[in-house]
């Protein structure tokens, strides 16, 4: 009996010690998720406005002006951009982000999968364990962006997905992460990134009429990198609140499940401390008993 109040004693102090572990991780999670949440709420209307303004440009250019970065061509080759953590114990967040990225290949480009013409260019530790360990074919140089989470060194990755794309290494670039919505709730997406998606002009609607100095493929070919970076640049800082948010929410749900375990723990070793008192109590009885006799 000693023996198993011993093992339910160690029990209890074993969920305690990760209850305190799983609090502390809540706390941490918390504070950087408030700041960045600050930095995609701050950055994310300027980058929708980019997009939207650099799509309404393309979408009205006229046919004899040359935009390479959004040329339309037959999706042979194909690059994805899965965004997900360096670290674990944040739920789902990361599986979803995998989980996305291969049904993504299996629904849209399987025959591009099945020629080895899918190549990942994975951000973050575990997007880039798992492609690797499944043998996909990856471009395994700028997994470490959140090492270093500056815009100097997101932009490296953007850049490299660019030049790609320009000298024809791929037909179609996509990125797959999670856009923030708050702490508990997270969208995981696919969104185009190459070439620039133009968009439908309704009928009888009015182009919008822009001043252009210098001239409107000049500034075109100078402001597209740029907007392209900040696209990435939002994506990472999106994917960023999203996996404090995802770690801040299983963290709270780790400690309440501590807290049920060392409920039920704390009744077991009073029930078996009970157990012990009365069979002590009756064998002291029954040898008062003996000795009487």
């Known amino acids: 009996m000693s023996g198993q109040l011993k093992e339910v004693r160690n029990r209890i102090k074993s969920v305690g010690s990760t209850q305190q572990i799983t609090k502390a991780m809540k706390m941490v999670s918390a504070a950087k998720l408030r700041r960045a949440q600050d930095s995609i709420i701050q950055m994310r209307p300027y980058a929708r406005k980019l997009q939207d303004m650099l799509s309404n440009i393309v979408s009205s250019a006229s046919g004899d002006m040359s935009l390479p970065l959004a040329d339309t061509r037959t999706v042979e080759k194909v690059l994805l951009i899965p965004i997900t953590s360096d670290r674990g114990l944040c739920g789902a967040y990361n599986s979803n982000v995998i989980k996305l990225t291969r049904a993504t290949i299996a629904e849209k480009y399987a025959e591009q999968d099945k020629k080895g013409n899918v190549t990942i260019l994975p951000l973050g530790k575990k997007a880039w364990e798992f492609f690797n360990r499944y043998n996909f074919k990856t471009v395994n140089d700028f997994w470490e962006v959140f090492s270093d989470l500056s815009f100097d060194n997101v932009r490296n990755a953007a850049v490299y997905a660019q030049k790609a794309f320009l000298n024809k290494e791929f037909d179609r670039v996509e990125i797959i992460y999670s856009q923030f919505r708050n702490a508990a709730t997270q969208e995981f997406v696919v969104e185009p990134y190459l ?64 807290n049920e375990m060392l409920k039920g723990l704390k009744i077991s070793y009073n029930r078996a401390r009970q157990a012990a008192i009365t069979t002590e109590l009756t064998e002291i009885v029954s040898g008062a008993a003996a000795l009487q006799g």
Do not use: C, W
Request: charged content about 30%; proline content about 5%; cysteine-free.
């Open 195 to 258: 070439p620039i998606q133009k968009i439908e002009q309704k009928k009888g609607a009015k182009n919008n009429d822009f001043i252009y100095e210098p001239s409107k493929e000049e500034l075109l070919l100078e402001l597209m990198p740029k907007i392209l970076n900040t696209q990435v640049y939002k994506a990472i800082l999106d994917a960023n609140a999203s996996e404090h948010g995802a770690r801040m929410t299983a963290m709270d749900k780790a400690s309440e499940n501590a």
